[in-house]
């Protein structure tokens, strides 16, 4: 059974940075795309990063020098650090791991930027 599990949201002041993870089991995020999404109140959701199998990134322009995607094979995690937080950075965060057929996500975790 395949699991991911995001952690490291919660509240920060703005100009503040955050890590979240995407820790997995029941799957290898090296063998596929891991992508970072965000879903703000009443806003579609957007793909913020992404890292693929290669290790190559990519990032919404709205992030681009903020944060930083990374990958640690041997915790099979992925990383999102995010720094200079801005109010809209708001969001539910998730997990992502795509490997076709397969397209798995997280439940989320809260980023909070206050003001």
């Known amino acids: 059974q395949v699991q991911l599990v995001e952690s490291g949201g919660g509240l920060v002041q703005a100009g503040g940075s955050l890590r979240l993870s995407c820790a997995a089991s029941?799957?290898?995020?090296?063998?596929?795309?891991v992508n970072w999404y965000r879903q703000a109140p009443g806003k579609q959701r957007e793909l913020v990063a992404l890292?693929?199998?290669?290790?190559?990134?990519n990032y919404a322009d709205s992030v681009k020098g903020r944060f930083t995607i990374s990958r640690d094979n041997t915790k099979n995690t992925v990383y999102l650090q995010m720094n200079s937080l801005k109010p809209e950075d708001t969001a539910v965060y998730y997990c992502?791991?795509?490997?076709?057929?397969?397209?798995?996500w997280g439940q989320g975790t809260q980023v909070t930027v206050s003001s």
């Open positions: 029941g799957i290898i995020l090296s063998m596929g795309t």
């Open positions: 890292i693929s199998s290669g290790g190559s990134t």
């Open positions: 992502n791991s795509r490997r076709l057929p397969g397209d798995y």
